[in-house]
Nanobody, 128 residues
Framework: QVQLVESGGGLVQAGASLRLSCAAS????????MGWFRQAPGKERESVAT????????YYADSVKGRFTISRINAKNTVYLQMNSLKPEDTAVYYC?????????????????????WGQGTQVTVSS
């Protein structure tokens, strides 16, 4: 079992940057694949970026490639999402998620159903 708490959301203008953090409980954080997902009003939750338990593999949605960076510091039980050049269409509630990944040699899960644990979300609003 792992508990996730997101932070770092807020209201910013287009072109600004934000860094989201997700703190995980437990001593086995390094065994988990981690992901960031988002849900805009009236839309389905979608994948934004994911990172493997080793940190060696990452995935980015096309809409955020080149602007967002996912990273993790296992010693701090934390995964980050650095968001640059924010656009109004990035406005959403951002969720952190985790799933057991230790032992998977390559790749990283990218779909919502592949993740077992979810945080409560943090709101990101980008004004034009």
């Amino acid at each position: 079992q792992v508990q996730l708490v997101e932070s770092g959301g807020g209201l910013v203008q287009a072109g600004a940057s934000l860094r989201l953090s997700c703190a995980a409980s437990g001593r086995t954080f390094s065994r988990y694949d981690m992901g960031w997902f988002r849900q805009a009003p009236g839309k389905e939750r979608e994948s934004v970026a994911t990172i493997s338990w080793t940190g060696a593999n990452t995935y980015y949605a096309d809409s955020v490639k080149g602007r967002f960076t996912i990273s993790r510091i296992n010693a701090k039980n934390t995964v980050y999402l650095q968001m640059n050049s924010l656009k109004p269409e990035d406005t959403a509630v951002y969720y952190c998620a985790a799933t057991e990944g230790a032992g998977r040699p390559v790749g990283v899960p990218i779909l919502l159903y592949e993740y077992d644990y979810w945080g409560q979300g943090t709101q990101v609003t980008v004004s034009s």
